[in-house]
T-cell receptor, first 114, second 113 residues
Framework: DSGVTQTPKHLITATGQRVTLRCSPRSGDLSVYWYQQSLDQGLQFLIQYYNGEERAKGNILERFSAQQFPDLHSELNLSSLELGDSALYFC?????????????FGQGTRLTVV | GENVEQHPSTLSVQEGDSAVIKCTYSDSASNYFPWYKQELGKRPQLIIDIRSNVGEKKDQRIAVTLNKTAKHFSLHITETQPEDSAVYFCAASVTFGNEKLTFGTGTRLTIIP
């Protein structure tokens, strides 16, 4: 168990719908990262939050948005869903101590858009 | 931004032989290089990492080497075992305020019994 909790584990929804993925980081970790992993693909960085503020942005679609709340949990909102959005979405957290720290991954949310 | 290239994309080795996976990065400011192992259907997990002030690091059968001049780092697995079969990802990050990990595209390692 990495200490990073993602809910739900699985999500099936229809095209055009909106979903929210939730991530609770490890206790004490200030940084949260979101990654998208399509079938047999690598880990595509979407966005990073640090202590409530957006820190870095990757190839995140305009239909996607995220936020980190005061209690440090984070939510990734995906709207106007398309078939191609079907993927495994990982959240990771790190302490961001400033000199390279391990990122711990949650078990992922598998999103299927039908 | 940072770009990490990883080779090969697939690798099959006989059990007991060694496996080597190579990565190159583009941002000379990157100073942290972790390697993650992802078993089928599971989350990526850190197996070893190296920082820019070190040229080599070893942990039992796993070792990582870093050549900062060439912007190149490699994962070496010796005496491979069936449980080493997985997808391996290299990554690079610039620290001190922005620890976004940029991952390579992954290497699917298959150990042949």
């Amino acid at each position: 168990d990495s200490g990073v909790t993602q809910t739900p584990k699985h999500l099936i929804t229809a095209t055009g719908q909106r979903v929210t993925l939730r991530c609770s980081p490890r206790s004490g970790d200030l940084s949260v990262y979101w990654y998208q992993q399509s079938l047999d693909q690598g880990l595509q960085f979407l966005i990073q939050y640090y202590n409530g503020e957006e820190r870095a942005k990757g190839n995140i679609l305009e239909r996607f948005s995220a936020q980190q709340f005061p209690d440090l949990h984070s939510e990734l909102n995906l709207s106007s869903l398309e078939l191609g959005d079907s993927a495994l979405y990982f959240c990771a957290s790190s302490s961001n101590a400033g000199y390279g720290t391990e990122a711990f991954f949650g078990q992922g949310t598998r999103l299927t858009v039908v | 931004g940072e770009n990490v290239e990883q080779h090969p994309s697939t690798l099959s080795v006989q059990e007991g032989d060694s496996a080597v996976i190579k990565c190159t990065y583009s941002d000379s400011a990157s100073n942290y290089f972790p390697w993650y192992k992802q078993e089928l259907g599971k989350r990526p997990q850190l197996i070893i990492d190296i920082r820019s002030n070190v040229g080599e690091k070893k942990d039992q059968r796993i070792a990582v080497t870093l050549n900062k001049t060439a912007k190149h780092f490699s994962l070496h697995i010796t005496e491979t075992q069936p449980e080493d079969s997985a997808v391996y990802f290299c990554a690079a990050s610039v620290t001190f305020g922005n620890e976004k990990l940029t991952f390579g595209t992954g290497t699917r390692l298959t150990i042949i019994p």
